[in-house]
Each structure stands twice: as C-alpha cells, then as structure tokens.
C-alpha cells in the first residue's frame, strides 16, 4: 500500500486546497478602541445563494495512526473552516477540487498547533486526523439541510496510508 | 455615574442581543465517520447581499476594570461573532437594536471561560472587555470595506461604569 508523505502545513503550499488561518506577520489593524490587534479575513466563506453560514463547535477524539485513506469527501457548495481551540497540531488529507479523484491526487499537511484551515468549495478531503490529543474545533461551514457533501470510496487495493514517521 | 451590573452570561438572558456559542448538553450529531461530535449551528451568521463573511484572528490586551462605557457601535448589515480560544472569561456590553440607545439601556456579562457570543445584526455593544489576561478570538464578521459600523458616544455625565466585584 502506498504511504502519503505528510507535509509542514504551508499558506503556500495549502493554497490550491484552501486557506491556512494563522496569526502570522504584522495585524491587519487594530480595533476595539486600539485595544487589540485585528488579523483580517484570513479566510473567506464560499457560501451558495441558497446555502446559510453557521458557526459550530466540535469535539474530536484521539486517532492513532496509521491512517488508512478509504474515503474522501467534498462539498461544492460552500468552504468549511476548522479553526482549533488547542494548541495542538492537526493533519488534514487534501486533493484538487473536480470530478475524479484518486489516491495518486492526494496531499496530507501537519498543522504548527497554531494553525486552522480552511477547505474551498469543491476541495476533496480526507478525515480530519488528531493523533496526539482530544481537540476542540470551532467550525464554519453550510447548514447542511439541502445536501453538499459527496463521497469517493477506495478500496484496500487503491487505499493509501499515512503516518507521522 | 452610575454602576452598570455583570451578570454571567446565559443563552436565554443574551437571546435579545445574539447567540451564545457554547458546547452544551448532548451533540447534536457526529461527523468524521463518527471520531468527532459536532456541536451544530450554535451561531448562525447574518449577511446583507453586498457583504462576505470572513474568519479573523483577534488578539485582546488585559484591561483593567473598572470600565468606564463612553461608546457603543452597532453593524446593522450583519452579525459579528467573538469565540475565545483561551479557557479565560470575558465581559461584554449591549444594548438592543434600535434607532437609539442610552446607558440606561445597556447590560454586561461575564462569560463562564468556554463561551464565545455572535453579536446579532443592529446589536449595540461596547468595548470586548478582557480584563483577566490577553485573549486570542477567532471572529466570524463582514468584510467591512463598504462600511458597516455606527457610533454613539456618552458624555461624562451619561456614561456608566462597570467593574467586577
């Protein structure tokens, strides 16, 4: 089975997925009064006319890796932002948005801890994967009542994996 | 001048002004293939057809109390949301939605450390006051570049003060 190399989660190297929402550099600006330092629109929310944007919190379990890549996900309608509250590292499993996707199109990136990300409309993703710790996201995406998610399957044959060392 | 109460921060007391976004009771479903549960639709952003929701990062300084509240602001196009990434509380103030607001008319709270809130489209609101230790927010908000903001501001002898004990 082939193993899918995990990448230092970049702005650079994650653009093509989505956004990476971090404190980094200088403050856009500040507000409240001067009182604190404001770093602007770090991501943006894809959002369809019919869609509505929610806020949500959620609460992932720890999963030891290995990691086997069975299923990938997308929602074409809108982005999906998960932003954690811990500072631990994440890692996320991402292919281009479009029709077709294969183990072959896959990417995998480890967050710094202080990090978040934010999945474009349309970005194929795999599991989101916390192998060191319980963690706390809060996320941003589409009420979901009108349907925007579809799945690809691999099989064991196909199927990729994925671990840290 | 008069002392304006803080009162602990409750979804059913905040209701008038916004949502409080917390992880409370049961999930509402899990996501994930099942490894995380999903605190749903806590918050539910408001946007005008002009405006695009952006993710910010906030960075507070500590500001001692007492406070003295001279200015309120209200975003009548679209909800604002704060949610802490630090296990620390924060006091807000606000005052309905409406063409006018008086000291008179304003109420704080004190969040329990695990609560963040969404302003509702016209709330007032004062200063977010962090008078504990610098804070870190992730903000759900209106790209701003059309303008979206309308002040108040007190004099002397109308302010108010609010202070913990």
């Not at 989505?18 to 943006?44: K, M, Q, Y």
């Amino acid at each position: 089975m082939n193993k899918l190399a995990v990448s230092p989660l970049t702005q650079d190297d994650f653009a093509p997925f989505g956004d990476v929402i971090e404190a980094r550099g200088e403050p856009s600006f500040t507000i409240n009064n001067g009182l604190a330092d404001r770093f602007h629109a770090l991501a943006r929310v894809q959002m369809d006319d019919q869609g509505e944007t929610v806020i949500s919190l959620v609460h992932s379990r720890r999963q030891p890796l290995p990691h086997q890549v069975t299923v990938v996900e997308r929602h074409p309608l809108a982005s999906q932002a998960f932003i954690p509250c811990d500072d631990t590292p994440f890692v996320v499993v991402v292919g281009k948005a479009g029709e077709s996707i294969s183990p072959s199109g896959l990417q995998a990136f480890i967050s710094n801890g202080a990090q978040g990300i934010n999945y474009h409309a349309g970005t194929w993703h795999g599991l989101l994967l916390t192998p060191y710790a319980e963690m706390r996201f809060i996320c941003v995406d589409r009420e979901s009542a009108t349907g925007n998610c579809e799945q690809r399957f691999f099989s064991d044959v196909q199927a990729c994996f994925l671990d840290l060392d």
